[in-house]
Every structure is written in C-alpha cells, then in structure tokens.
C-alpha cells in the first residue's frame, strides 16, 4: 500500500460533496468527486477505481490540484 497521500486542502469532504453534487459539468463533477473521496481518506487507487478513470490520470489532477 502507498503512502498516506498529503494535500493542503482548502475545502472540508463536506465541502467538496456539496460542489461535486451541485455541478452539472460532467468532467469537472467527476474531478470534484475524486477529491471529495480523496478527501475522506481513500487511496488514489481506490479512487480511480470508484470514479472510473486511470490511476495515472489521478494522479496529474491531485499534481495540479496542489499548485
């Protein structure tokens, strides 16, 4: 198993789950509701696997997430 994935977030899981369900905008809701998982302590590879994309592409969002 990796490492416990660190991201200074500036939103709360509850935050981020009400963006995620508010938007309309299908590749930015699925963004957002990686980050509302990642958010709640799951893996990126967990993730991947829930919202259906690949590991690698999650990884580049939580890269430019971080900038």
Known sequence: MGRKLAIDWQETASELRKLYRK???SERQTRLHAFW???LGKTLKEVAELVG???RTLQDWVVWQRC
């Open 37 to 39: 998982q990642l958010r």
């Open 23 to 25: 938007e309309r905008h």
């Open 53 to 55: 994309m690949g590991y």
